[in-house]
């Protein structure tokens, strides 16, 4: 799935368009590395989101093309 889907499914960014921007900006990160909005995300990456307020670290547990509000959080971990 790609990084800027999986951002909007997620709920850590309200649009797919925000996801995309920011990751033209330079502002995402996936392994360490900053990625394009086309990067392809694998169970078990760990991402690094900048936001103006920090950087909010996850690990990516499971792809779904669609989920529930209640159910979103069950994509990802958040890491310290």
Same mark, same amino acid.
């Given at each position: 799935?790609?990084?800027?889907?999986?951002?909007?499914?997620?709920?850590?960014?309200?649009?797919?368009?925000?996801?995309?921007?920011?990751?033209?900006? &330079?502002?995402?990160?996936?392994? &360490?590395?900053?990625? $394009?909005?086309?990067?392809?995300? $694998?169970? &078990?990456?760990?991402?690094?989101?900048?936001?103006?307020?920090?950087?909010?670290?996850?690990?990516?547990?499971?792809? $779904?093309?669609?989920?529930? $509000?209640?159910?979103?959080?069950?994509?990802?971990?958040?890491? &310290?």
């Amino acid at each position: 799935m790609r990084i800027d889907k999986f951002l909007k499914v997620s709920r850590i960014l309200k649009r797919r368009t925000v996801a995309q921007e920011a990751a033209q900006a &330079g502002k995402i990160a996936v392994n &360490g590395r900053e990625v $394009k909005p086309s990067y392809r995300l $694998k169970q &078990g990456d760990l991402v690094e989101v900048s936001f103006s307020s920090g950087v909010l670290r996850f690990r990516v547990l499971e792809l $779904k093309e669609t989920v529930k $509000k209640e159910e979103a959080s069950t994509l990802y971990e958040i890491v &310290g």
